[in-house]
């Protein structure tokens, strides 16, 4: 059976952000104790002590690494942002329609517009320019599921440093949900980061996205 200590270590290194605040030596150790002995359903006087030694020890253990956020914003730093209005999403039937997809894709890509297809265990999920929504639906017919409009494509093209940095994309992602911002739908390309969210959302996300 874990120890005290032991449980105490593992909740701290689940909780990335009680780790930068421990870094950066602005916790209230008796009160993250308190929080911790609640979370974890243990309540003896002789556990709560060693709670707190945990969480000191943690402390000591952690203290020289480099603080997680500060690396983030690193490469959030590094990172361009691109972003498209007029953006449709599309659900399609997958069962026979593989062949039309990709030749819708490549008259697209003729043009040099934007399309991607997302493959699901049912269904496509095809991401283009508004302009290409009777087309598709001509083409594509009964099979449309489900098409929304007045999208925008929001990309943030990072650098190379993004595929060794834990917790960039929960970083970006969680912007998102304190300002009530949802993410219709998101996919990624190597150091690429795409998120489809609604046309209405494009002056907010500009704003805390900027680093």
């Known amino acids: 059976m874990p120890t005290t200590a032991e449980l105490t270590e593992k909740y701290l290194s689940e909780h990335p952000s009680i780790e930068d605040c421990l870094k950066k030596g602005i916790i209230n150790y008796s ?9 974890l ?42 972003i498209k209005n007029k953006i449709i999403v599309l659900i399609i039937k997958k069962a026979g329609y593989l062949d039309k997809i990709i030749d819708i894709e490549k008259n697209v890509q003729k043009k040099s517009d934007t399309f991607y297809a997302i493959e699901g265990s049912k269904v496509f999920t095809i991401i283009t320019s508004e302009k290409y929504l009777d087309y598709l639906s001509s083409t594509l017919k009964n099979s449309v599921i489900k098409a929304s409009k007045n999208l925008a494509m929001i990309i943030i093209k990072s650098p190379k440093e993004l595929e060794t940095t834990p917790g960039v994309n929960a970083f970006v992602y969680s912007k998102f949900r304190e300002n009530g911002i949802n993410i219709i739908e998101q996919m990624s390309c190597w150091t690429d980061t795409i998120m489809i969210i609604s046309e209405d959302d494009i002056a907010t996300v500009m704003r805390f996205l900027k680093f």
């Open 41 to 82: 359903g243990i309540e003896k006087k002789i556990s709560m002590e060693a709670i707190l030694v945990a969480c000191r020890r943690y402390e000591n253990k952690i203290k020289n690494e480099r603080i997680i956020e500060d690396r983030i914003l690193e490469v959030l730093r590094k990172s361009e942002l691109e």
């Open 31 to 39: 009160k993250l104790s308190r929080k911790i002995s609640d979370d």
